[in-house]
């Protein structure tokens, strides 16, 4: 099956300072990725939908400013989280989507991204 | 905005035992329904789907029943085994308007399966 991965796997940093997520698809092609955000015990929270080459929709509540995204190839995605504060602390996860075994509405997701702001 | 629910939060089921997780949706355009089952730590993972167009679709221990008229989405896990304990979250796929080729999670059931 179609495989994404995300680079780190967790990361803990300092308030006020950024992080970069990496999503990358492996074994397809992504036209179109999905960064979602998930607190515990809670749900996937689309953020945004980004398309290669093209800028990222945001959905409503998130600021683009400050969650940066980034499709520059059809492999790759990244999510920047700008000036992290404790409350960002979160499980990110991305999802690709392309053209994979057929079936074109399905998202491949990632393993997700821990990310702890002290 | 559109919105997919669950009835139960929690499950437990003794092993072998068949297991029945529910879902209402709301969005009657929603084209396909997907079945995640997310283990601590790690990212969905897809466990079976449904066109809105079919009733039914089974898999390996697993069946997906749609019912439209109630907009009611389950997913049934036969002999459940240990294995099986997880977070399964059912998501729709929107088939129009701003919420096109995006998927909208359930809150997520939580299932215990007990040796």
């Known amino acids: 099956g179609a495989v994404v991965s995300q680079h780190p796997s967790r990361v803990i940093c300092k308030s006020g300072t950024s992080v970069k997520i990496e999503c990358r698809s492996l074994?397809?092609?992504?036209?179109?990725m999905f960064w979602y955000r998930q607190f515990p015990k809670q749900s996937l929270m689309l953020m945004a939908t980004?398309?290669?080459?093209?800028?990222?929709?945001?959905e409503q509540g998130v600021e683009k400013d400050k969650f940066l995204i980034n499709h520059a190839s059809l492999t790759l995605s990244t999510l920047t989280v700008t000036s992290a504060h404790p409350e960002d602390s979160s499980f990110y996860i991305c999802?690709?989507?392309?053209?994979?075994?057929?079936?074109?509405?399905?998202?491949?997701f990632g393993p997700g991204t821990r990310l702890t702001v002290l | 905005g559109e919105s997919v629910g669950l009835h139960l939060p929690t499950l437990s089921v003794q092993e072998g035992d068949n297991s029945i997780i529910n879902c209402a949706y709301s969005?009657?355009?929603?084209?396909?329904f997907i079945w995640y089952k997310q283990e601590s730590g790690k990212g969905p993972q897809f466990i079976i789907d449904?066109?809105?167009?079919?009733d039914k679709r089974q898999g390996q221990r697993v069946t997906v029943l749609l019912n439209k008229t109630v907009k009611h989405l389950s997913l049934q896990i036969a002999a459940t085994q240990p294995g099986d304990s997880a977070v399964y979250f059912c998501?729709?796929?929107?088939?129009?308007?701003?919420?096109?080729?995006?998927?909208?999670f359930g809150q997520g059931t939580i299932l215990t399966v007990h040796p």
């Open positions: 074994d397809f092609q992504a036209t179109t």
């Open positions: 969005n009657s355009a929603s084209d396909y």
């Open positions: 449904i066109r809105s167009n079919m």
């Open positions: 980004s398309n290669e080459g093209s800028k990222a929709t945001y």
């Open positions: 998501a729709e796929n929107g088939a129009g308007g701003t919420s096109y080729g995006k998927l909208t």
């Open positions: 999802s690709a989507r392309g053209i994979a075994g057929g079936k074109i509405n399905e998202q491949f």
